[in-house]
Antibody, heavy 117, light 110 residues
Framework: EVQLVESGGGLVQPGGSLRLSCEVS????????MHWARQAPGKGLVWLSR????????TYADSVKDRFTISRDNANNMLYLQMNSLRAADTALYYC??????????WGRGTLVTVSS | QSALTQPPSASGSPGQSVTISCTGT?????????VAWYQQHPGKAPKLIIS???KRPSGVPDRFSGSKSGNTASLTVSGLQPEDEAEYYC??????????FGGGTTLTIL
């Protein structure tokens, strides 16, 4: 089955760090650019970051630049998001997303990150 | 990286048609043919329903159609059905390997 499964979310204090993981199955990760997006409770979708097929190029939304780092391990079909200096505003459901021709055609179910003291 | 502008809500009766707009700028929607639309039901992940302005992925009913004029893209849902009640989001490629979403539109079936 073609799917994305996120993990690694949880409760973290402001200023803390978390590493999200996304396990890919049913297709070869090495063939696709991948993204992370998030959705705060009751709010809309926000694009966060993109990594190209071989991991050599990454881009970020201004809101997370210099705090978040996207990476991938194609050999093990894994995508990651390292999140540092977390703030209350980072509280959201984080989605791993596949890019096909500049559209997000496959989404995981998300992993919830809560930043609170 | 400002969000694309969508109306907060839209509504229609079963069988009617409704159009949702998505307004950006000449740097995103107006610059590229990479506008997509997503449907999200409560508690579910978003689902791609339109890509590249007007292309429907396999399995998406032809009641869903997309278009673009200048800096504004539109999603039209024809022959509204109860299951179409959901949140709808647009997205656009914004250059330099960045993307932007719209704020979302809640579609209510009356």
């Amino acid at each position: 089955e073609v799917q994305l499964v996120e993990s690694g979310g949880g409760l973290v204090q402001p200023g803390g760090s978390l590493r999200l993981s996304c396990e890919v199955s049913g297709f070869r990760l090495s063939g696709d650019s991948m993204h992370w997006a998030r959705q705060a409770p009751g709010k809309g979708l926000v694009w966060l970051s993109r990594i190209n097929e071989d991991g050599s190029q990454t881009t970020y939304a201004d809101s997370v630049k210099d705090r978040f780092t996207i990476s991938r391990d194609n050999a093990n079909n894994m995508l990651y998001l390292q999140m540092n200096s977390l703030r209350a505003a980072d509280t959201a459901l984080y989605y791993c997303v596949r890019d096909r021709r500049f559209a997000f055609d496959l989404w995981g179910r998300g992993t919830l990150v809560t930043v609170s003291s | 990286q400002s969000a694309l502008t969508q109306p907060p809500s839209a509504s229609g009766s079963p069988g009617q048609s409704v159009t949702i707009s998505c307004t950006g700028t000449s740097s995103d929607v107006g610059a590229y043919n990479n506008v997509a639309w997503y449907q999200q039901h409560p508690g579910k992940a978003p689902k791609l329903i339109i890509s590249e302005i007007a292309k429907r992925p396999s399995g998406v009913p032809d009641r869903f159609s997309g278009s673009k004029s200048g800096n504004t893209a539109s999603l039209t849902v024809s022959g509204l059905q109860p299951e179409d009640e959901a949140e709808y989001y647009c997205s656009s490629y914004a250059g330099r390997d960045t993307w932007v979403f719209g704020g979302g539109t809640t579609l209510t079936i009356l």
